[in-house]
Nanobody, 115 residues
Framework: QVQLVESGGGLLQTGGSLRLSCAASGIVEAIGDMAWFRQAPGKQRELVARISRRGITNYADSVKGRFTISRDNAKNTVYLQMNTMKPEGTAVYYC?????????WGQGTQVTVSS
């Protein structure tokens, strides 16, 4: 099994920056893509960004140019640098990965952007 632990959430003002981290532990040798999702109050969980083991990335249109996903395979950690934050970025951010066809999720970290 794989365990994911997010950190770095918090409260920030519009236009501010925040960096989220997610560390994977357990059976990590076969971890594939790693991703960040978010779920705002009353809304469905949505994909924010995804990165393959080789570093190929893709982003939701709403965050392109402002967010950067990266990973350190040696540390089994994925990061999400969030810049120019907007109030609509307020959500619980979840880290996710898959290993041998099974999906794993972190517990989530709250990000609140004040206007």
């Amino acid at each position: 099994q794989v365990q994911l632990v997010e950190s770095g959430g918090g409260l920030l003002q519009t236009g501010g920056s925040l960096r989220l981290s997610c560390a994977a532990s357990g059976i990590v040798e076969a971890i594939g893509d790693m991703a960040w999702f978010r779920q705002a109050p009353g809304k469905q969980r949505e994909l924010v960004a995804r990165i393959s083991r080789r570093g190929i990335t893709n982003y939701a249109d709403s965050v392109k140019g402002r967010f950067t996903i990266s990973r350190d395979n040696a540390k089994n950690t994925v990061y999400l640098q969030m810049n120019t934050m907007k109030p609509e970025g307020t959500a619980v951010y979840y880290c996710a990965t898959e290993e041998r066809g099974r999906d794993y999720w972190g517990q989530g970290t709250q990000v609140t952007v004040s206007s």
